[in-house]
Antibody, heavy 115, light 114 residues
């Protein structure tokens, strides 16, 4: 079955760029939507955006122009970049397959924004 | 945006008893063109990612025990866990996908054993 795994730095300095990659195994990334979702400690899940295997994207307006997603079908991976981060961006970041609902999810990776 | 509000924020239920979690959306998530409610339920155990339990408000995901059931339509939905077991301790979230691609989640309901 499809499995997802997030990777990237666990610590990012304020004003810098958060970069994460989600590796998909057990199935092809093609012909599906893939999403990033985050969860600040003690808060609700927040959808960041989604990308189709063709590269078409949709983003949560809350992130305005700070977010960019990309896909590399040759590597079966998709990525997230969030610029100008602040402490409020500290959260566990999940990648997930976006079909009828979100399933499956990666294990999540904690990203802390701190100097 | 559609806001999702769950109640209660937390509840404690005895083993073998029924747990009921409610979810209310700020506007209807029912699509009359396909007669479906665009509502999902997830279970999140400590240190784990959310796990999809139910979608279309009442369709159980493959492998999910039948003690989990979802109901409701329009703006009001319910997740029922009958015959509560120890492994059901978790935080439960509802999520709407009516306004795809803008998805929103409820604040979560923490379920504990009494």
């Amino acid at each position: 079955q499809v499995q997802l795994q997030e990777s990237g730095p666990g610590l990012v300095k304020p004003s810098e760029t958060l970069s994460l990659t989600c590796s998909v195994s057990g199935g092809s990334i093609s012909n599906y939507y893939w999403s990033w979702i985050r969860q600040p400690a003690g808060k609700r899940l927040e959808w960041i955006g989604r990308i189709y295997s063709s590269g078409s994207t949709n983003y949560n307006p809350s992130f305005k122009s700070r977010v960019t997603m990309s896909v590399d079908t040759s590597k079966n991976q998709f990525s997230l970049k969030l610029i100008s981060v602040t402490a409020a961006d500290t959260a566990v970041y999940y990648c997930a397959k976006a079909g009828t609902a979100f399933d499956p999810w990666g294990q999540g990776t904690l990203v802390t924004v701190s100097s | 945006d559609i806001e999702m509000t769950q109640s209660p924020d937390s509840l404690a239920v005895s083993l073998g008893e029924r747990a009921t979690i409610n979810c209310k959306s700020s506007q209807s998530v029912f699509d009359s063109s396909n007669n479906k409610n665009f509502l999902a339920w997830y279970q999140q155990k400590p240190g784990q990612p959310p796990k999809l339990l139910i979608y279309w408000a009442s369709t159980r995901e493959s492998g999910v025990p039948d003690r989990f059931s979802g109901s409701g339509s329009g703006t009001d939905f319910t997740l029922i866990i009958s015959r509560l077991q120890a492994e059901d301790v978790a935080v439960y979230y509802c999520q709407q996908f009516f306004t795809t691609p803008m998805y929103t989640f409820g604040q979560g309901t923490k379920l504990e054993i009494k």
